[in-house]
């Protein structure tokens, strides 16, 4: 690994990454990408099939527009990839990242206080401390060796040490792929007793066409997932395929849990060539799968589209007292503005919070943290800022029973006005109060 002269670590090159070290580039920072791509689960958790769920102009950087933003239509992964692959270009984005450099650990250097500088007690002060307040242990290429360098303002000659510390560390390591998680099984009823095939839908993103064609052709496929609970029941025939949640969708769309099925399903469960089993409960046999109900499915494969664990993720390279600190004190992460953890000093988290249009989430809170790293506003106390997401965390409570994680879906625009309002910029950013009133918010409309 070359030397590197950084204050700034940004852990994730995926869409998060690549905004936060776009913004933050007159740092120079470093970006530490375990993979060898940058686009993070558009490179390496997407399907064949998988497209964005929305038009190209609602996944768009407000300073880059889709070459085509007014095709309607829903682009694949790798159009997608193709974007972010352009802006990283575009603003020279790629010269920060170190690929193939996973971050293994973290380790806090200083004294758990809040970043305090030159700022009275208990306020937030300036997230460059000036000194290494974080190491980061990376883990480069596959090797076992943990490559880490010691970084410091005044001793370059430092960088020959195994030991690489940074001021202040962005974690984007985003909330999907990397980690599955497994069902747990009675005693004797796992995949372990069944003489079939089993793989995560993690495993099947990485077959390659023939792969994945050789896996499944001509054989009896089962997939266990929770999403196709989750659609417009007005518009599918859920009901038809005994599918119909027992709650409304709203409560769905508040706890981001909706998801867009891909082209062709219920067409081609009309045909037969998809059947449904609604079943909370379900363990392996010899040939297949048993449900709570005592039927049996026989089936040569078994897809498990049971999600991933991002907490377990971020959990891993955390080092305590931070990691039981992570979820305190309401079990979802309290992230001011969905970025600072009142708690966790020198340190931000960008895209950890969902909404309708995760890429412009991700790039507001990046331009939100670049301005605080350059000291143009200042973050409330310590005290205040845990009220504020405490308050923000009970209101999206109430909105659905299923809130478990950080999703601002129904209230995405309020939260962009506050960021606004925080940075000093206006929150009304159409140039008419007509637009105001009328055009739908686009990214584009947050272009300073
Ligand atoms: C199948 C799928 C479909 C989706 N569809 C949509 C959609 O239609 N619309 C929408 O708004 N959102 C969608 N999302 C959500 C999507 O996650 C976000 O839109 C966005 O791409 C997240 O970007 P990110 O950079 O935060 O995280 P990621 O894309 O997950 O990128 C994180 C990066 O960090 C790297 N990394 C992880 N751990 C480490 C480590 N320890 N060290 C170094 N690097 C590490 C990973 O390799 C990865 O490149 C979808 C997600 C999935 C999985």
Wanted: proline share 6%.
């Amino acid at each position: 690994m070359a030397p590197i002269m950084s204050r700034i670590a940004i852990i994730g090159a995926g869409v998060s990454g690549i905004a936060t070290a776009k913004q933050l580039a007159h740092h120079n920072p470093v970006v530490f990408e375990a993979s060898d791509s940058i686009g993070g689960v558009w490179s390496h958790c997407s399907y064949r099939s998988t497209k964005l769920q929305s038009p190209r102009c609602d996944y768009e950087f407000s300073d880059f527009p889709w070459p085509d933003r007014d095709n309607s239509s829903f682009p694949s992964h790798l159009e997608i990839l193709d974007y972010l692959r352009s802006y990283a270009k575009h603003f020279d984005v790629l010269k920060y990242v170190r690929f193939n450099s996973k971050v293994a650990a973290l380790r806090y250097l200083g004294n758990g206080e809040p970043p305090a500088n030159g700022r009275s007690p208990g306020e937030y002060g300036s997230l460059l401390a000036g000194q290494p307040v974080w190491e980061v242990a990376v883990q480069t290429n596959g090797s076992e060796t943990i490559q880490v360098v010691i970084f410091t303002l005044t001793n370059m000659h430092d960088f020959l040490l195994l030991r690489l510390g940074f001021e202040f560390v962005v974690v984007c390591i985003g909330k999907y792929g990397d980690i599955p998680i497994i069902p747990e099984f009675p005693e004797e009823k796992g995949p372990e007793i069944f003489e079939g095939k089993v793989l995560h839908s993690l495993d099947y993103c990485k077959l390659d066409h023939d792969a994945s064609t050789h896996l499944l052709k001509d054989k009896k496929k089962l997939v266990v997932s929770k999403f196709i609970e989750s659609y417009l029941l007005h518009k599918l025939p859920l009901e038809k395929y005994g599918l119909k949640p027992d709650h409304p969708f709203v409560e769905d769309y508040a706890s981001c849990q909706m998801a867009i099925m891909p082209e062709n399903f219920f067409p081609e469960a009309d045909k037969g060539k998809i059947v449904f089993k609604r079943s909370s409960k379900w363990w392996f046999w010899k040939k297949g799968i048993e449900f709570e109900d005592k039927t049996k499915i026989e089936t040569d494969v078994v897809v498990l589209a049971t999600g991933y664990d991002g907490k377990k993720k971020l959990k891993a390279i955390m080092p305590e007292p931070f990691r039981s600190l992570l979820e305190y004190p309401s079990g979802v992460i309290p992230l001011y503005r969905s970025t600072i953890h009142p708690l966790i000093p020198n340190m931000a988290f960008v895209g950890y919070v969902e909404s309708v249009a995760n890429l412009h989430s991700s790039e507001l809170r990046s331009i939100w943290l670049a301005r605080l790293v350059d000291d143009k506003f200042k973050l409330p106390g310590v005290v205040e800022m845990l009220e504020r997401t405490q308050k923000e965390v009970e209101v999206m409570k109430r909105t659905t029973r299923f809130y478990k994680r950080n999703c601002i879906s129904t209230y995405s625009i309020n939260h962009s006005d506050e960021i606004c309002e925080e940075m000093g910029w206006t929150s009304w950013r159409k140039k008419s109060w007509l637009s105001e009133a009328f055009s739908p918010y686009t990214s584009q409309d947050y272009l300073n």
